[in-house]
């Protein structure tokens, strides 16, 4: 079959583009299963020179990846540009579309109405796809592939999947071929930024109440070949990568195949530097753990800690303590790791007293730097969501293709709170992203990261980006101070695609 593959996502924020890896897997297992494959990333270009791209390949089945629905904190909506080019492919005579990608998987069912392609996919899509490829080369006109969504008889059939769980049928990571990485040009990315990237493992086991990961990749880990992403590093680094992205979920769970991860980069003496997402789950953060990551090339790590206050983090199912939070921070700090802590501001369960134990978190560990993300966004099928309908904060019937944000009951106190620390602290240590406050910010950074070239630790950079150019930092303040959150509540009528 000829698969015309489109990565669709333009955005640049908050520090230039973002690679776009499904680009490379859906790509590479697709070539590898004997199919014809032109792979389209649209980042550099303009929608409008789309069929110019595709030249006179004439594709059998298109596939579209959609990364984002949203940017929560530019309040941006991407559907309404994709859906444009998913009309412009049917007025061209494109059939046999298929959807997927990490946006459209938080949301699929409303994403599958909205864009009414002829497939979609929900999670990861290297099977799903083959599935489809293959059954409609044989003419099949009904597929049991797990989490499908499709018409049949102009009727949409939902595969079961879509439970997660551990029941889900997982399919063996080695089934993926290596990647060769050669349809995406990575060198672009890091030339805009640095955003070039790689996954060592998928799933997570944890179930924090505002994340949709355990929805889109499962709950189970299943984790590539240390070997095999050892090759990985030294094939980008042959094309001139000079640091990456680890997009995993959370690097650290589980800490042993981080471990052995991080012994085959030392063994391969790799020398590319890295950033990793990392969560201080109780025990998987050993000091073991972090020395060998900083001998791996790991320069920074982004470490979602969202409270401060150990009930409210029961409550939203975050398996951490303060004490473990306080040793793992000064443990990077040790080991020359660049740190920083994210929080977020707003969850159940988080009034004043929450909050203010929170920020002497945040005093005790002095991390380099502080993202604050004031609101959690609710997505569907997730314990936030449950408790948001239990509260009466949000209706049963609510739709998830409005941006839609957790309010909690002491949000003005709480952000009265932050405010004040936050002007009492130098700018440059910390950033608040409430909803709508981000347009100068994340337009500056990105601004900046792309004019100069910057590339590699992401949080160092904006740290030196708002060192530099105070203007960044005040932007965001003032947009703070304005209350433009206040038009940014629950379901605000304007943000309907
Ligand atoms: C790493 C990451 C980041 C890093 C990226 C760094 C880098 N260099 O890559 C950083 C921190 C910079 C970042 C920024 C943002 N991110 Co982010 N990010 C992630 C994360 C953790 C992993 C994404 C990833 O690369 N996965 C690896 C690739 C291989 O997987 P994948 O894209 O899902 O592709 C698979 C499937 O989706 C499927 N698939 C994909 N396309 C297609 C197409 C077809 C046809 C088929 C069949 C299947 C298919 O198959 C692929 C292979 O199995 C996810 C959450 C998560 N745990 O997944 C959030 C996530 C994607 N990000 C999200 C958001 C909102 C953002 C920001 C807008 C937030 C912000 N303001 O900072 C920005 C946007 C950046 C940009 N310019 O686009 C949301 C998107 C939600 C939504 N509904 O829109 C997510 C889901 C997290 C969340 N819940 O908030 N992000
Ligand atoms: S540990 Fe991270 S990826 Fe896992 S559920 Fe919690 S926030 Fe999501």
């Given at each position: 079959m000829k698969l015309l593959l489109v990565s669709t996502n333009q955005f640049r924020e908050p520090l230039g583009p973002v690679l776009p890896l499904a680009l490379e897997f859906l790509a590479e297992t697709a070539a590898r299963a004997g199919h014809q494959v032109k792979a389209i990333d649209l980042c550099f270009q303009k929608d409008s020179e789309l069929f110019e791209l595709v030249g006179d390949?004439?594709?059998?089945?298109?596939?579209?990846?959609?990364?984002?629905?949203?940017?929560?904190?530019?309040?941006?909506?991407?559907?309404?540009?994709?859906?444009?080019?998913?009309?412009?492919?049917?007025?061209?005579?494109?059939?046999?579309?298929?959807?997927?990608?990490?946006?459209?998987?938080?949301?699929?069912?409303?994403?599958?109405?909205?864009?009414?392609?002829?497939?979609?996919?929900?999670?990861?899509?290297?099977?799903?796809?083959?599935?489809?490829?293959?059954?409609?080369?044989?003419?099949?006109?009904?597929?049991?592939?797990?989490?499908?969504?499709?018409?049949?008889?102009?009727?949409?059939?939902?595969?079961?999947?879509?439970?997660?769980?551990?029941?889900?049928?997982?399919?063996?990571?080695?089934?993926?071929?290596?990647?060769?990485?050669?349809?995406?040009?990575?060198?672009?990315?890091?030339?805009?930024?640095?955003?070039?990237?790689?996954?060592?493992?998928?799933?997570?086991?944890?179930?924090?109440?505002?994340?949709?990961?355990?929805?889109?990749?499962?709950?189970?880990?299943?984790?590539?070949?240390?070997?095999?992403?050892?090759?990985?590093?030294?094939?980008?680094?042959?094309?001139?990568?000079?640091?990456?992205?680890?997009?995993?979920?959370?690097?650290?769970?589980?800490?042993?195949?981080?471990?052995?991860?991080?012994e085959e980069l030392i063994r391969r003496k790799n020398t590319i530097g890295w950033s990793c997402d990392v969560r201080p789950v109780n025990n998987a953060l050993p000091n073991e753990l972090i020395e060998a990551m900083a001998k791996a090339g790991c320069l920074e790590v982004n470490m979602t800690?969202?409270?401060?206050?150990?009930?409210?983090?029961?409550?939203?199912?975050?398996?951490?303590?303060?004490?473990?939070?306080?040793?793992?921070?000064?443990?990077?700090?040790?080991?020359?790791?660049?740190?920083?802590?994210?929080?977020?501001?707003?969850?159940?369960?988080?009034?004043?007293?929450?909050?203010?134990?929170?920020?002497?978190?945040?005093?005790?560990?002095?991390?380099?730097?502080t993202f604050f993300y004031v609101d959690p966004w609710i997505y569907p099928r997730t314990p936030l969501e449950a408790m948001a309908i239990k509260e009466g904060k949000l209706k049963p019937d609510w739709n998830p293709l409005e941006l839609t944000y957790y309010r909690s009951e002491h949000a003005d106190t709480l952000l009265k709170m932050l405010k004040r620390y936050a002007l009492r602290h130098s700018p440059s240590e910390m950033s608040v992203l409430a909803p709508g406050n981000a347009p100068p910010f994340g337009a500056f950074l990105s601004q900046k990261v792309e004019e100069n070239g910057y590339f590699g630790p992401m949080n160092k950079l904006i740290h030196q980006v708002t060192t530099k150019h105070r203007l960044a930092s005040y932007a965001m303040f003032t947009r703070f101070q304005l209350g433009r959150l206040k038009d940014a509540m629950l379901g605000a009528p304007e943000r309907k695609p």
């Open positions: 390949f004439v594709p059998d089945v298109v596939g579209i990846s959609m990364r984002n629905t949203y940017d929560g904190s530019t309040m941006s909506n991407f559907l309404p540009r994709v859906h444009d080019l998913i009309t412009a492919m049917r007025a061209r005579g494109y059939r046999n579309i298929i959807m997927g990608g990490n946006g459209f998987s938080t949301m699929a069912r409303q994403c599958f109405e909205y864009f009414q392609p002829d497939f979609a996919v929900v999670g990861e899509g290297e099977f799903p796809l083959l599935d489809i490829l293959n059954g409609l080369q044989s003419g099949a006109t009904s597929f049991d592939t797990p989490g499908l969504i499709y018409r049949r008889d102009g009727k949409v059939v939902e595969n079961p999947l879509i439970e997660l769980g551990p029941k889900r049928p997982y399919r063996d990571l080695s089934e993926i071929p290596p990647l060769s990485r050669t349809f995406v040009d990575s060198m672009a990315y890091q030339r805009a930024g640095g955003m070039a990237n790689i996954q060592t493992k998928r799933g997570c086991p944890m179930q924090c109440s505002y994340c949709v990961t355990p929805n889109t990749q499962g709950r189970k880990v299943r984790v590539f070949e240390p070997s095999r992403i050892a090759d990985e590093f030294e094939q980008l680094g042959r094309q001139g990568v000079k640091h990456l992205y680890i997009t995993d979920a959370e690097f650290n769970l589980p800490p042993q195949a981080a471990l052995e991860l991080c800690v969202d409270t401060g206050n150990d009930t409210v983090a029961r409550l939203n199912h975050l398996s951490q303590t303060r004490q473990g939070v306080i040793d793992a921070t000064l443990s990077f700090k040790k080991f020359g790791i660049y740190i920083m802590h994210g929080y977020v501001v707003g969850l159940p369960g988080q009034g004043p007293d929450e909050l203010r134990e929170t920020l002497e978190l945040v005093d005790a560990c002095k991390p380099n730097f």
